[in-house]
């Protein structure tokens, strides 16, 4: 039973046909008049009767050169005939146009006279393809050209009005412990940065081998570890060797030891022939 009271309420329920400020509508008012003019239909525009013929061409992917006109007068009169349906407009150029493909068209139904007559022999659409071509050129230029960005459409200039205010440099707080911080830090950077002057020596190898033979003039055998003093350095020493040498190989001085890994004894070579002497003696 409840299943066919819901079926009946909603066969019965009637349909909102407008609201209205609020209140919905199931019922068309039967004193509801709408004016002719009420509904409005707003066709593409065009810029003139070769845009609009332009148009049906390209619409169609039609040969610009090889124009039906038959078809293409009956879609321009078509339109023609909406726009005054609608109650638009119509300007002259347009009954021209349409004029011009009437006479084409009445052309193209004529036979074509000779060959021999040029004038005669063109082509009645030529004249149309013409304006049609130059048309679409200068279209095609005025479209590129608004693509390009323009002020106040595009590119909206601006302005700022910028104020060179000085605001005053905050000083940084130093304190006690940051001056002696960078004190030790010069201070270190100076030991880094001192400079060293450096002398060149000057040892004369034939003043040492002057020196050596002094030492050698009490003619008794010296060890040759005397014949060194630590305290000149390393370039002493050397030095001190090489006279050494010098004098070895002069045969005025004489090394001598007497036993494998014993000390080396030196002495000059005069003293050694003076004690050679006695011996034999």
């Known amino acids: 039973m409840s299943e066919n009271n819901s079926s009946d309420s909603l066969q019965t329920t009637p349909e909102v046909t407008a609201i209205v400020e609020g209140k919905p509508f199931t019922d068309i008012p039967e004193d509801l008049f709408i004016p002719p003019d009420a509904l409005e239909v707003i066709l593409e525009s065009f810029e003139g009767p070769l845009d609009l013929l332009l148009y049906l061409i390209r619409k169609q992917n039609m040969d610009i050169l090889d124009i039906p006109v038959a078809i293409i007068t009956d879609q321009y009169m078509h339109y023609v005939e909406l726009?005054?349906?609608?109650?638009?407009?119509?300007?002259?150029?347009?009954?021209?146009?349409?004029?011009?493909l009437a006479e084409i068209k009445s052309r193209m139904l004529l036979p074509r006279p000779d060959a021999s007559d040029e004038e005669d022999g063109e082509d009645p659409r030529a004249a149309l393809v013409r304006r049609l071509q130059e048309y679409e050129r200068y279209r095609k230029v005025a479209e590129d050209i608004d693509e390009l960005p323009r002020l106040d459409?595009?590119?909206?200039?601006?302005?700022?009005?910028?104020?060179?205010?000085?605001?005053?440099?905050?000083?940084?707080?130093?304190?006690?412990?940051?001056?002696?911080?960078?004190?030790?830090?010069?201070?270190?950077?100076?030991?880094?940065?001192?400079n060293w002057l450096i002398g060149r020596e000057v040892l004369s190898v034939r003043e040492r081998m002057s020196i050596v033979l002094d030492k050698l003039q009490s003619r008794e055998f010296l060890r040759l570890e005397e014949m060194f003093d630590p305290e000149e350095g390393r370039m002493g020493l050397v030095v001190s060797f090489i006279a050494i040498l010098e004098l070895v190989k002069d045969k005025v001085i004489v090394v001598v030891q007497n036993a494998p890994y014993s000390p080396i004894h030196v002495k000059t070579a005069s003293a050694i022939e003076v004690i050679e002497e006695n011996t034999n003696e």
Request: proline share 5%.
């Open 83 to 100: 726009m005054r349906a609608f109650k638009l407009d119509l300007a002259a150029e347009y009954l021209v146009m349409a004029a011009m």
């Open 153 to 194: 459409r595009d590119i909206f200039v601006t302005a700022a009005d910028l104020q060179d205010q000085e605001q005053p440099i905050p000083l940084p707080q130093v304190d006690l412990q940051a001056l002696v911080n960078a004190f030790e830090l010069a201070v270190e950077r100076a030991k880094r940065n001192q």
